[in-house]
């Protein structure tokens, strides 16, 4: 079945830096990659999400790349905000199957 | 509307009870699910169901029985509890028949089993 491998585990940056997350899939017929964020004590949210017919997407500050041939993509925090502070997680979806499954997530702090 | 709605929002059981808890939305979404979130492991996946009568099995299944008898409700049902069943549970349903769209989780339920 799908594996989804996500780094770092934890990422600290100052205020107004760029946050790079990283995750990497294990089958290529996942065709299905959002991003959701979750904000301590509340319940995952979608914050972006990626087709595998397209290679970047961006919504205001953040954007999310993916690279099919070596199986992975990133998520990409611009201008980071405190209000960034939280945990995100990476997903991968095969077109044959529901199944959406998560990577272990990556616990962001922005420092002001 | 509710969206995602979850009972109860914590729970203590002590190894070897049963019990079952409760998940229902009211958005008319085929794909409902069931997730465990534990420390440094993320959410993984117990049971899903894409439609009434329909369920399959996620990555941690073992422990867990599931139902899905009306579009609304899927209850997830622990048999015997162990300790290691202790986790956060989130219910997660979204409108299917694609896999894309997204999820919509319920607040959770805080889970101890002693």
């Known amino acids: 079945g799908e594996n989804v491998e996500q780094h770092p585990s934890t990422l600290s940056v100052q205020e107004g830096d760029s946050a790079v997350i990283k995750c990497t899939y294990s089958d290529s017929a996942s065709n299905y990659f959002p991003w959701y964020k979750q904000e301590l004590g509340k319940r995952p949210q979608l914050i972006i999400d990626?087709?595998?017919?397209?290679g970047e997407k961006k919504d205001q500050r953040i954007a999310v790349t993916l690279n099919k041939t070596a199986k992975h993509f990133s998520l990409h925090i611009t201008e980071t905000q405190p209000e960034d502070s939280a945990v995100y997680f990476c997903a991968a979806s095969l077109d044959s199957s529901y199944k959406l499954i998560f990577g272990s997530g990556t616990r962001l702090l922005v420092r002001p | 509307n509710a969206g995602v709605t979850q009972t109860p929002k914590f729970q203590v059981l002590k190894t070897g009870q049963s019990m079952t808890l409760q998940c229902a939305q009211d958005m008319n979404h085929e794909y409902m699910s069931w997730y465990r979130q534990d420390p440094g492991m993320g959410l993984r996946l117990i049971h899903y169901s894409v439609g009434a009568g329909i369920t399959d099995q996620g990555e941690v299944p073992n422990g867990y029985n599931v139902s899905r008898s009306t579009t609304e409700d899927f209850p997830l049902r622990l048999l015997s509890a162990a300790p290691s069943q202790t986790s956060v549970y989130f219910c997660?349903?979204?409108?299917?028949?694609?896999?894309?769209?997204?999820?919509?989780f319920g607040e959770g339920s805080r889970l101890t089993v002693l």
């Open positions: 990626i087709r595998s017919n397209v």
């Open positions: 997660a349903s979204k409108w299917a028949p694609a896999n894309t769209g997204e999820l919509f």
